[in-house]
């Protein structure tokens, strides 16, 4: 995850893209931001991170 998310302005609004696929994500009414665009998109997000953990892990007991 980046610390920064771009952001873009269109009529008043302000959206930042969202991390899995891009697209930009709506900001309004929330307290903290969004930053998937659909439930879909931070589940394949977790997985993705989980699955990485799990590489490194395998990587670092091959290593020892």
Excluded: I
Excluded at 10 to 37: F, N
């Amino acid at each position: 995850m980046t610390d920064q998310l771009p952001n873009q302005r269109s009529a008043g609004t302000t959206y930042l893209s969202c991390e899995w696929c891009g697209t930009p994500v709506s900001q309004l009414g929330t307290r903290t931001p969004r930053l998937y665009c659909k439930r879909s998109h931070r589940q394949r997000a977790f997985e993705a991170r989980r699955l990485l953990k799990l590489e490194e892990q395998a990587t670092a007991k091959l290593s020892q």
